[in-house]
């Protein structure tokens, strides 16, 4: 189990060595115009289509990924990549949606066991209420002659 936990780590660890150099399809689904708010991948716009010339450029230079990504940033800004950054301010745009999603989750568990243990309880709080000796024995009748 210690094997195979660590295989996947270094498969995970190991991800973006193996993807080798970056792709033009991917960096433009990460990318968007600054001009109609579309991804590069989407949009026919004039600046978009000088983006994803750059971007051609940039690949065939060598360059990674992250520098393309910096690049686009420092020359339109951080409004230009689709996803928010994992740091900072922005981290917010990550943090509030699981954030709220794990409230979600413990309040939806803390109100099933408060729902489940007041259930069978009756007016007594005790559990099924206690019936008089008539009924009792008019049932004991009746289960008798179920019985026989």
């Known amino acids: 189990m210690k094997l195979l936990a660590l295989l996947l780590s270094a498969l995970v660890l190991a991800g973006p060595a193996l993807a ?5 399809a991917n960096l433009e689904t990460e990318l968007v115009c600054p001009v109609c708010h579309e991804t590069l991948d989407q949009s026919t716009a ?3 289509v000088q983006m994803k010339a750059e971007i051609r ?5 060598g360059w990674t990924k992250q520098q393309i990504l910096d690049e ?10 689709s ?8 981290l917010v745009a990550w943090v509030v949606p699981v954030g709220g999603a794990a409230a979600a989750v413990v309040a939806v568990a803390v109100g099933a066991v408060v729902w489940s243990r007041g259930r069978g ?15 009792e024995r008019r049932i004991d009748e009746e289960l008798a002659r179920f019985d026989a």
Do not use: C
């Open 20 to 24: 080798g150099p970056p792709s033009e």
């Open 46 to 48: 004039p600046v978009a």
């Open 57 to 61: 450029r940039r690949i065939a230079q």
């Open 72 to 81: 686009m940033v420092a020359n339109y800004g951080p409004g230009v990549l």
């Open 83 to 90: 996803t928010p950054s994992k740091h900072g301010f922005d």
């Open 121 to 135: 309880e009756g007016p007594s709080g005790g559990g099924a209420p206690a019936l008089d000796a008539e009924t």
